[in-house]
Every structure is written in C-alpha cells, then in structure tokens.
C-alpha cells in the first residue's frame, strides 16, 4: 500500500467505556475506545489521541476489529505458546509449574529513522564497552587516566583479576549483548542496562514473530516489516569467527544449565536453529586444557562454547567450588587458548550499576564521539553534592545497589514507605559508594490487549547486538510489557508479557 | 551424538510406545469385559488382575469406595501415583525429549507437547470414569502422530535409530508379555467353547493391533496357534515380535557403523542370536512347555539387550 492510499488520520473513538451503544452492539465494543493515556510517552497515540504516522493502519485495523474477534486471536496466541512450549518454568519434575510467557498480539512499530538512531547508538556503545574490557584487563589506560575511578573497576565484585593479561580470541569480551533501553516522557530512547553476561530473551523475539504471522497475518499488510530471523545464523558466524585458529572446521556448542533453568526453551531452542549440540556440563570434561564432550562414539573435540552458565558457576576449580553446572578446568582451557567462550569471561564489569554512569565518558574517551543513545541520569551519593540531592530526593529516585540485579536491593521512592526510606538513608549514608539513584522514569506506554480492549501499558525494548567480524543489530528486539495497570516491572516473572517489535523497512524500498 | 541425548532419544521412544501399548492394553479389556461378563461367570475383575499381573503393576492402592474396576482403570491411566501409568508415560517421554528438545525434530516436539496437554485436561481425565476408551484412543493416535511426524521429518540418522530402538525393544517385549500370560489359555486347550474363543484371544491380537491383519492372512476363525505364530515370527506385521526384533539389528547396525551381518557388540550378539531362532523356528517349539520356555528366553534376551545397550553408549 502506498501513502497516497492511506485514509486521514485515524482518531480513536471517544467514547466513554461501557456507553450503551456499545454495550448493546453485537460483537463487543470497540477495541480502543476510551482509550486513556497517561504522564509516560505513548508509542502509538500523540497528546491528542491521533495515532502517529506509523501507527496509523494498525490504529484504523484495530478499530474495525471487534473485541470478541480479538479475544479468538488472542487465545489462538496463547495456545500456540502453549502447544510449543514456549518459555515454561518447572518447579517440580513430575507436576511441575509450567508458564507460558504471554505475547500481546498488538505489534510495537519502530519507524525506520528512529531504528537506525538506535542501531548507531548501540554498534557504538558495544565498540566502546569491548574497548574498555581490553583496556581495564591489559593496561589500564582509562583508569590510570582517570576517567573512570579504578576504585570502582579494582574493587567490583565482577572484576576478574584472574584475567587481567589474558588476551581473549579477536579481542572480543561481548559477543552478545542485550541492551535494554526505555523511552523517556518526551520519547527519547535512553540505556537503562546493558547486559553483557548472559542476556536472554532472544528466542522470544524471533517466536513471537512466527507465532504473529500465523494468527495475525493481516497485520502485516499495510507495513514492510523486516525479518529477525537471521539471527541465529548470525550468531554462528559469530561462534565460528572467535574459535581457535588451529582447526578449519570448529565444533561449537551451547553450554545450558539444563531443563530446569528458566530460559531452557531458549537454549534449545538457539541451539536447534544453529545446529549445535546443547551441551550440560556434565556432557563436557577438560583433558589436558583440551575441552572434550562424551559422546556415543566416544570423546569429541570442543572448540567454542557458547555458555549460558554465570562466570562464578563455570568452572568449580576457579570460581564457585560448589558449582555442579560447570567443567573442572574449563577456565584453564580457556586460558590457554583451546577454547573459545562467548561471551568472555570478566564481562559482568561493564555492566555493573557503578561503571554504568561512566559508559558516556568511555564512549568519548576511546571512540572520540559523542554518545548517540544517552543514559538514564545517574545520580553517585559518592560524590558529596550528589549525595544532598539524592537525600533530599528518595521520595521521587529509584535507588539501586551498584553489586545487585535482577531488582533486589532497590528502593522505588513513590512506591516507597517512610520506613524503607529511612532505612536507605542510613545505609547510603554509610556506604554511599554502593549505591547509584535515578530519577523514576516512566517507561512509554503501548496499547495492550486487557480485559477485552486495549488499554495503555508500559513497556521496554531490549535490541540484540551480536559482535564478531563486524557488529550486527538484529533489526527488532524483544519488547516487554508490564501487564498489571501502572507497573513499570516488565520482568517475566511478575505479570510481564511480550510484543513482536517491527522495524519498519527505509520508506521506497518498495 | 552426545550420550546424554541418546540415552534420552532411547527413553523418548520407550516411554512413547510403552504408554500406547499399555493404552491399547486397558481399551482392549475394558471392551472385552462388556462382552464376556454375560457369558462367563468369572468375577469382573479376573481380566482386570489378569492385565495388572501381565503389566507386573502393582494393584491400586485400597481406594474410598470406587468400584474395583473403574479404579483399576483410573490407575492404570490417569494417576500420577503409579510411575507405569499412561498418564505417568507421556510425562516422562516427554520430560526426555524437552531435555534434549534440539535434538528432536520441534515438529515432533509438538505432537509430544500436545499430547500431554490433552491427556492432562481435567475434564477429559474425569471422563475415563465412564469409559477409557476415549482417553486410550487420544493416546494411540497421540504416538501413531509422534512416530509419523518423527519418521517424516527427522533425519534418519543415528540418533532416529535411538528412538527406534526404544521403540522396537518396548513393543517385543510387551507383545511377548501379552502371549506369555495367555499361554495358561493356550494349555486349558478348547475348555471354553468357540465364540468365547474366539473373542479372548481376538483380544490377544486386538491389544497388538493385530485382528484385521490376521485375518486378513488366514481368512479364518482366530485360532490360538495362529495368533502365536503370527504375533511371534511374521516377518512383515510391524506389531510381531520378529519385525520389532529385526528393527532393532538393523538400527544397532546402522548406530555401530558396521556392514550388516558384522558383529560389534553383547547386545548386538545377544539380538542376533534371538532373531535367528525365530526366524528358523520349528513349528513344533509353538506349543506346550517349548513354547513357555521360549517366551520367557525371549523376554530375558530382551531385557538384557537393553541393559548392554546402556552400557555400551554410556560414557558417564
């Protein structure tokens, strides 16, 4: 479809939920109406509930569509997640709890502008961080520069000074990396995390897609949607491209901790789509710094090991002794350049909440440019100004511990008691070093498929950027939505869903 | 292949077939009962011990007033309480194949995946009360789909082999624990008159998805040593002890990477050997003491196949 063919501005109909016109019409009430938008930027309507330019034949086909239709396709979805297995939790082998990640059948759309934006921004972040990791475990320019404390990089509890000299294949720590960004209340995207260890979701990414297509394909026609389904293969050049030099025909495989972790199905699921074996560690056994796995003709020769197993469960002789996940002497196999690992170990640095504040700075120190994706303002209680205003400011501030994630240790100040307030502000005030604060942002919102209409909910992206030859960003990324009214937690475990995310095709390119 | 995952290939197979025969199993009894209790005075629950004591299962445990049989039935299918239920089979088939679920076709996976939830729907279990048939039959077409979509879309490589292996050596051994519980039937000799009979051991080929394919061989009355003849040493009827024994040389042959015929292996000697005595079969060693101690030589060999194939792949 053309833009000459498009109809004028679709406008949300304004009526008040539950008219009895509505009521009374067959089929249910309109999908959005008395659609309500909050303080947060809303990704498919302006302040005037027009949709935006992008939004607008989804916004026109969501209107002819009726609540009840939508309901179909919406249990269609969820029986798809289900017959696959897509993202389950077991608790107990036999009975075990088994959840369906849900998916909002209402696609995020990226126009292609704002996704080269964030391309940018991310391909450079990824150079700068990668740079830094090479730096702080070789010579240590930037800290020695003093552009980033080395107190903090020294002193973090993910620092591997066991790999400080140790030259890591094509000088690469992150291979993969899983960007979460959010976008401010005037629609600014900003960084809120990177994650450089093991960052998962991927799978949902690319399943939602597929699962979309299936139940919904008349969504795609009005809008040139680019495929994410390379992926995978990309993330095997990546595999392929760090292995060691001394075999033509590398073995890769992807090291899980098993069907008991909670992103099993995406280890899986990654190691069908590339081809690899999905090795545990009890498959894999080191010989003589070689890595080995057990196989029905005997041992078999490994050369990279894509891990989704945390540094300190790798390798019981180095890090934690009691780890039953890991290989005995995977580490010193790494070291000796037998093997490859993605990603790098020693990696939990860059992302670490006290170094984040400094990722701009790294950004123009090794790079010479300016950030193109800024972060989330950062407030350091170590430095003695900053500490008054996050004192005087707790009731507005989310405060983080910089050695915790996952959400725990954090004080979200309007949702917040006196109490727990005090309690922070004795702990800041003695160890103002562990903490950083930032203002609460709210996360942009997204019509989401609730209660037989679509209501306004929050949202993030996480894009995936894979490092090896060259930097590729997956056009798209996983979406998660906070399902409960006014969260602003979109993580799985606490009532989160997920979207398919298009990025829309460079205009003409039809 | 990395052990691990053909051990779980192994199990995926035996646990699938294992639900389907034991389903076919409680279908076939439950129906034959409806037919024999108008014409045999035999308690109700004689067949029903019967099938327990062929499954070596324990009874259920004492229950709360719930008829004898209909709480034979449940346990048999529905109750997690007894790990060789069909209900506690499918689980395990396929908590093995979603351990190793990028080894398995995700079309395959699927078929799996649905048939748990299907089985595992409340309503659906509570309707066994009434009747098993419907839950028994959604189990068979379940596997039947499971072994179409495998066979259809995975390669047929070492590990396929390992899921047949699973599979061939479960169907020989439960087919020869159907005709070594008859035998006693076999030795009263024609004690019973014709059409019960010819409805019991009808039954021994229903529940070995047999009837229509002997008959279609013999054209005639199901005669007992037909049934054993034809459930034990027909080379071309998928259900008979010969061709699941013939599957199985075949994939050890395949797995071991040997030209056919070239011993590798116990288990693949031990196979060789049983096959080759009842492709050479006597007509004489079909009855009487000959034919019980085959039966049980044959159930041993099968069993031992199973342990040696264990230790062969196993590097633990």
Request: glycine share 8%; charged share 25%.
């Amino acid at each position: 479809m053309t833009p000459s063919s498009m109809a004028p501005q679709a406008r949300v109909s304004q009526n008040p939920a539950g008219t009895a016109s509505e009521v009374a019409s067959p089929g249910g009430s309109s999908l959005l109406g008395g659609y309500e938008l909050g303080a947060a930027y809303d990704e498919m309507f302006d302040s005037d509930l027009l949709a935006r330019g992008h939004y607008q034949q989804l916004a026109q086909l969501l209107d002819r569509t009726s609540s009840d239709e939508f309901r179909r396709r919406k249990a269609m979805t969820d029986l798809s997640m289900r017959q696959d297995g897509v993202g389950f939790t077991v608790y107990r082998a036999e009975e075990g709890i088994e959840r369906v990640w849900p998916m909002d059948p209402v696609p995020r759309i990226i126009p292609a502008d704002e996704w080269q934006q964030i391309e940018a921004g991310l391909v450079q972040r990824i150079t700068a961080l990668n740079l830094f990791l090479w730096d702080i475990y070789h010579e240590q320019h930037i800290l020695r520069d003093r552009v980033v404390p080395p107190r903090l990089v020294l002193q973090g509890n993910s620092f591997r000074r066991e790999f400080v000299g140790v030259d890591v294949p094509r000088k690469i720590y992150i291979h993969i990396c899983g960007t979460d960004l959010i976008r401010a209340a005037d629609g600014e995207y900003l960084v809120l995390e990177d994650n450089g260890r093991t960052p998962s979701g991927v799978s949902y990414m690319l399943h939602n897609r597929q699962v979309l297509k299936r139940v919904f394909p008349a969504l795609f026609n009005d809008y040139d949607v680019l495929p994410n389904d390379d992926y995978p293969a990309a993330l095997l050049d990546v595999l392929k491209y760090i292995a060691p030099e001394s075999t033509a025909t590398p073995t890769a495989v992807l090291l899980s901790p098993g069907m008991y972790n909670s992103a099993y199905f995406e280890h899986s699921f990654l190691a069908q789509r590339m081809g690899i074996e999905l090795v545990e560690g009890r498959d894999l056994l080191v010989d003589a710094n070689r890595v080995f796995m057990r196989t029905t003709r005997g041992l078999q020769r490994v050369d990279v090991i894509y891990r989704r197993i945390d540094d300190d469960f790798l390798d019981p002789l180095t890090f934690r002794p009691d780890s039953v996940l890991g290989v005995p002497g995977l580490v010193n196999a790494y070291r000796a350049g037998n093997v490859a690992l993605a990603n790098s170990i020693g990696t939990g640095i860059a992302d670490d909440k006290g170094i984040y504040p400094f990722v701009p700075d790294m950004i123009r120190y090794y790079l010479k440019q300016d950030p193109l994706l800024n972060n989330v303002k950062t407030f350091r209680p170590e430095v003695p100004e900053q500490l008054q205003h996050v004192l005087a400011n707790l009731d507005t501030l989310v405060v983080k511990r910089v050695n915790e994630s996952g959400g725990y240790g954090m004080l979200v100040g309007p949702a917040s008691t006196a109490e727990q307030r005090d309690e922070f502000r004795r702990a800041i005030r003695a160890n103002p070093r562990d903490f950083i604060a930032q203002p609460t942002i709210q996360l942009s919102t997204h019509p989401t498929f609730v209660d037989g209409r679509l209501e306004g909910r929050h949202l993030d992206l996480r894009p995936f950027v894979l490092c090896g030859e060259r930097v590729v960003v997956t056009p798209g990324g996983l979406t998660r939505v906070a399902l409960p009214k006014g969260s602003l937690v979109v993580n799985s475990s606490q009532g989160g869903g997920s979207k398919d995310t298009w990025i829309l095709a460079q205009a003409g390119r039809m | 292949m990395l052990s691990r995952v053909a051990d779980a290939l192994f199990w995926t197979g035996r646990y699938l077939e294992r639900s389907a025969c034991l389903a076919r199993a409680v279908d076939v009894t439950f129906s034959l009962d409806l037919d024999l209790h108008g014409v045999l005075s035999n308690p109700v629950e004689l067949e029903w011990n019967a099938l327990l004591s062929m499954l070596r299962q324990s009874p259920p445990p004492a229950g709360d007033g719930e008829h004898p049989v209909a709480a034979v039935q449940r346990w048999l299918l529905v109750d997690l309480g007894n790990p060789g239920s069909v209900m506690a089979c499918v689980n395990r088939a396929r908590n093995n194949a979603r351990s190793i679920r990028g080894s398995i076709s995700p079309q395959m996976w699927r078929e799996l995946n649905k048939l748990h939830w299907r089985l595992s729907d409340g309503a659906f279990q509570a309707a066994v009360a009434e009747s098993p048939h419907d839950f028994c039959e959604e189990t068979q077409v379940g596997v039947l789909l499971c072994h179409g979509v495998c066979d259809a879309t995975m390669s047929h490589d070492e590990g396929w082999h390992f899921i047949q292996l699973g599979t061939y050596l479960e169907r020989a051994d439960k087919v020869l624990r159907i005709l070594d519980s008859k035998f006693g039937l076999l030795e009263r000799g024609d004690g019973a008159d014709l059409p019960v009979r010819n409805l019991q051991w009808g039954a021994v080929l229903r529940q070995c998805r047999a009837y229509e394919a002997y008959q279609r061989l013999y054209i005639s009355r199901v005669e007992p040593e037909r049934v054993v003849e034809f459930l034990l040493v027909n080379p071309d009827f998928p259900n008979s002890v010969r061709f699941c024994l013939d599957r199985l040389l075949d994939s050890l042959t395949e797995i071991s990477g040997r030209l056919p015929g070239r011993c590798d292996s116990d288990a693949m000697r031990t196979l060789g050997g049983l096959v080759s005595e009842l492709t050479y079969l006597d007509s004489d060693d079909l009855d009487g003491e000959r034919l019980h101690s085959l039966l049980g030589d044959s159930l041993g060999r099968c069993s031992r196949v199973g342990h040696l194939l264990q230790q062969q792949y196993s590097l633990q």
